[in-house]
């Protein structure tokens, strides 16, 4: 027989709640005395009946119950107990050792007994035995729980990048398809940003894409987080505002940027409905950027009308009145 102290039991036990039936008052009162200094709670029942109460009104992570009690006796106690909570761990403590009740105890899923008179070295190591378990028990169920949580957050974000890329390569053909309204009679070489406002709008792209990111993410998001969102695309709109060029698409994105500013907590609630498309248009503005960058302008004007398309759509979402959109979202 493994040797237990006290201590090695206090590891598993210290956390669990035990409810102790039995009608000896004197053997009931020296157990409770050795239980509560082992577990968080311990409750006290002297017949099947009291204890069966007690039941209902609280979960007990064990209960140790004597077998020949008044009222209710110890195997109709734990019959009811395991109608329950069939997981229930029970441990039985009798004088009787007799077959006829030992096989009735195994086949209702009884695997602990405890003989009486109570040894303390038998007692502490079914108590040490049974509290590890359950810990372990325990352990394995929230780590089963979490790894299904993650999966299913894993799942949830691999649907949102799947939905990106389909977004993302719809984008593409859209710009193929717009190609032919892009204005042939720009003047090309004034349509150039300086290198200045070029790494302003780079690094307004990079915060807006953090920002935008943190937002998708956030589970307590408040209107500030997006007024915060809305101020930088202001000021990529201020960048673009001295070019007469992107006259249109600097209007665009002034919009959105006073849109987000004047969010009111109704659309807080619509907020997951436009992180995709708002990823998309970042995407796309970054395209555009290092087109200009790369002094390549007709590609970037090729552009416009996916993000114009995309701005006209987010602020619908913000409105509350996508519905009245038609064709906006063709590429789902």
Known sequence: MQNINMSDILKYSSTLSILYVEDDQELQYHTNELLSALFKSVKMAS????????????????????????????????????????SQCIIITSAYNDSENLLKFINIGINQFIIKPLNLTSLQNVLYNASKTIINENLVETYRKNLETANTELNNKNSELQSLVRILDSKLAQIAKDTDLVLVDTNLSSAQLSDDNLNELKELEIDISGASVLISLSKNLNSSNLKVLGEMFLAYGNTLSTYKEYEQLTSEIMLLGNK???????????????????????????????????????????????????????????????????????FF
């Open 47 to 86: 017949d099947g009946v009291e204890a069966l109460k007690l039941f209902h009104e609280e979960n007990f992570d064990i209960l140790i119950t004597d077998i020949k009690m008044p009222n209710m006796d110890g195997l109709e106690l734990i019959t009811h107990v395991k109608e329950i909570n069939p």
């Open 260 to 330: 987000l500013n004047s969010n009111n907590e109704e659309f807080l609630d619509r907020v997951s409905d436009i992180s995709i498309l708002l990823e998309s248009f970042i995407y796309v503005l970054r395209m555009w950027r290092k087109n200009i960058e790369s002094k390549e302008i007709q590609k970037a004007f090729e552009l416009h009308a996916s993000m114009i398309n995309d701005i006209s759509t987010i602020v619908a979402i913000i409105d509350g009145t996508e519905n009245d959109i038609e064709g906006e979202m063709e």
